[in-house]
């Protein structure tokens, strides 16, 4: 039986948000219509500001991932000899790849230039953390065999294989694992967590946290330096291209203090997106589309989703991932708890390179959809980090694992240095979070519902259904009222444009990231006649967004165990 624990104050606003919402649906218009009206104005503004906002770094996170693309290409295309073949003709007897270098123009050979020292062999060991549980043997072999093909995978990678105690075969698919690879990497470490320890709730940050601590003890006595290692958390359906590797080497080598660095890059879905429904592929992307607008933030706070990089120091600084129930939604928590323990010190360094995921998939059209609909649910159990973002702004403590690190007089060769505008950024912080999971349990209610609604109660089409008497009907008799129902009702007309305005991108950005960086071949992109796609978009936007995101605010009311469920994916090696 699970153990009921009532919630805190702070843990009431998710649910709170929620149930007004529905509640003001039917008895805004009834009983407080000017308030309501007003309410309607300023949500309806703010919704479509963010969105346009969204569209905005969108653009720049697209704009910097065809960059890091095209200018990887023209490194690879100058530097790889077998790339390239030598002309057969007695006209042309000079090689391809010096004719491609004397079609570079300065500006290009700079470009290349400079992207040598930091394409070179790392100085890190990079850590690939790769959690399953009951994933088919055949997907994972795939994700780690892109890794083993990377140019660095014998002299830098790690790979630690995070299994499941209580997946029953976990032992053969280890053993068989390792078998496989066992040549392929640095190391390949295996390490089984335990089912059922105190205090924690089964689930990937559990998972990762039991791995990442005895991964990197098991480093460190095999003569790894502590300040070298690397980790990259990735799912087990994680296709991490070379150029990632190379980038996170950028930005750490660039970064002023790289052990206070979450690398975080946009997710991408494209291994299977023809093999599963529209509705689905049309989730997956509206998400990655939200994963990549919010990476363009100027002030290092950006969430990571999925996969994502940091040093041990960090890790062990923090006292690695967190495994009780509250830290279900594992990267966004993990990203809040080096945040907040270290004063804001920890900031997110975008890599402007996509991790290609696969949908979810399982054997029919409404068992996928199901399927679809169980990872929705259990993606926004996340809402959890509302409580624990504002339990960490306005808790009133500071962080003690950091009290030692600071000096009295505040300086000194380890002093920790927080920014006066600390305040600001944990403001910043927690309307990031209330909207990352609050616009999901409302937007979808009072988008769809809210001018329809009040259309009926205020303006019944027969007199029998009036609920509000034409004498107290602010519409009616104010001005100011009605001037104010026609601002709302134009504004929603406009709220759905910034998601086209993104969409049109993504269409365009998903075709170079397919040809250029995945080198798939035409027919197996994605092409205009996949706009029809979109149709899907209300069924998805309710299914996969508004309904679990609601039901899981709700069960903030009454905190239990959540079941670990993993989302299902039907594999077939033979089509990747």
Known sequence: MSKVVLPSLCELVAPSVAITALLLLPLGPILIPRFYLIFLLFYFTFFLYTQINHVFKFYLTAKHMIYNIRRWNRHEKVNTPDAFSTSSGTNSPQPTRERYVSTLNEENLDDVEASLKFYEDSRYVHT???PNYCEPEALLRDTIKRLANHRNARTSYVIILAMEGSEIGHEEKGANLLNYFKNSFLHFLITVHPPDLPGE???KG???SYAARNGCNELLL??????????TVTDSDSAIPELYVKEVDRALALADDPYMLLLAPPIFFSRNSFEVPAAVRVTDITWSAMVMSNLSNSRGLAFPCSTYSLS????????YWDTDADSVGEDLHMWLKCFFKTDGAARSAPIYVPINLTNVQADG????????????TRHYNGVADVAYTLKSSFGGTRSSSLMSLLPTAGTGKNAMYISPYYWLDKLI???HVLEAHMIPATSGWLMFAAVPVMQLIMFPPFSFLALVEPATNPILISDFYSTLWNIVKIITVLLPFPLFATLGIYEYLHRIVDRELFRKAPTECRTW????????????AWMFMTLPSTLACLKRLVKTDHEYIVAKKVFNEEQM
Request: proline residues 2%.
């Open 128 to 130: 690939f953390i790769v």
């Open 201 to 203: 709730s089964r689930g």
């Open 206 to 208: 559990a998972n990762v």
């Open 222 to 231: 095999r003569g790894v330096e502590r300040r070298h290692i690397i980790l």
């Open 312 to 319: 041990m120091v960090l890790a062990e600084r923090v006292g």
């Open 365 to 376: 059209y409404m068992s996928n959809m199901y399927a679809r609909y169980v990872q929705a």
């Open 429 to 431: 912080v927690c309307v």
């Open 529 to 540: 006649r996949n706009v029809v796609d979109y149709a899907s978009l209300p069924i998805s």
